[in-house]
């Protein structure tokens, strides 16, 4: 894929850029703030686009306005956004149109999920950090929600909102293929969800169950 990285820290941008290199990928260009960044986008058309939420000028959510400012010109172009700490309010409309991952910097040390994550978004799937998952799940209106299901079933629902596929749960938590399909259906089932099998409109299917009115929500 054809990369644009938006990172302030040098260090951090250039490990990144090495690592994704070393993948295969081709990063087009490496900007500094969220002005340059955007003009990279522009000027490169790239299949992915990085960003850390937080950039230049303001560090506040510059580079998270930038994303959902890419989505609406260039909407083809895949969103990763990086942060260092659970930010979710631009993140959830921009979830909703798929090729888009939402995950913590220090997941970027699990190199093999982090590669798979890239690959993931940038066939137009999604990607969302296990913590953001766990944060969404494990609310008081969520237990009730979630009280039909075993235990393996809630570990199984954990891994498809993060956007794993069946293949890449049964790998994740040691189980068969066939195993894994047997819990989706019974989730599925046992929460009223549409069987789709494409990941990414499992992955709204379960955010949507989530998300009802009076289920815990991130704080923005």
């Known amino acids: 894929m054809r990369i644009v990285i938006g990172e302030?820290?040098?260090?951090?941008?250039?490990?990144?850029?090495?690592?994704?290199a070393d993948a295969g990928h081709e990063v087009v260009e490496k900007a500094h703030d969220a002005p340059s960044l955007l003009q990279a986008v522009e000027r490169t058309e790239p299949d992915?686009?990085?960003?850390?939420?937080?950039?230049?000028?303001?560090?506040?959510d510059d580079g998270a306005?930038?994303?959902?400012?890419?989505?609406?010109?260039?909407?083809?172009?895949?969103?990763?956004?990086?942060?260092?700490?659970?930010?979710?309010?631009?993140?959830?409309?921009?979830?909703?149109?798929?090729?888009?991952?939402?995950?913590?910097?220090?997941?970027?040390?699990?190199?093999?999920?982090?590669l798979d994550a890239i690959r993931r978004i940038g066939a137009g799937g999604s990607a969302l950090d296990p913590e953001v998952v766990r944060r969404l799940v494990g609310g008081q209106r969520s237990d009730r929600l979630l009280a039909p299901l075993t235990e393996r079933e809630r570990d199984v629902l954990a891994l498809m909102a993060e956007g794993l596929t069946n293949i890449g749960i049964a790998r994740r938590l040691w189980l068969t293929d066939r195993t894994v399909e047997a819990h989706v259906s019974s989730i599925m089932n046992k929460?009223?969800?549409?069987?789709?099998?494409?990941?990414?409109?499992?992955?709204?299917?379960?955010?949507?169950?989530?998300?009802?009115?009076?289920?815990?929500?991130?704080?923005?």
């Open 191 to 220: 929460l009223g969800l549409p069987t789709s099998e494409e990941g990414h409109r499992r992955v709204l299917a379960v955010l949507a169950y989530l998300n009802q009115p009076g289920t815990t929500t991130l704080a923005p």
């Open 65 to 114: 306005r930038a994303a959902r400012r890419i989505r609406t010109t260039r909407p083809r172009c895949g969103i990763v956004l990086l942060s260092q700490h659970i930010e979710t309010r631009h993140s959830v409309e921009l979830v909703a149109h798929g090729g888009f991952g939402y995950l913590l910097k220090d997941r970027v040390l699990d190199v093999d999920d982090f």
């Open 8 to 20: 302030d820290s040098a260090l951090f941008r250039e490990g990144l850029a090495c690592l994704l």
């Open 48 to 60: 992915l686009a990085i960003i850390d939420i937080r950039m230049p000028p303001d560090r506040t």
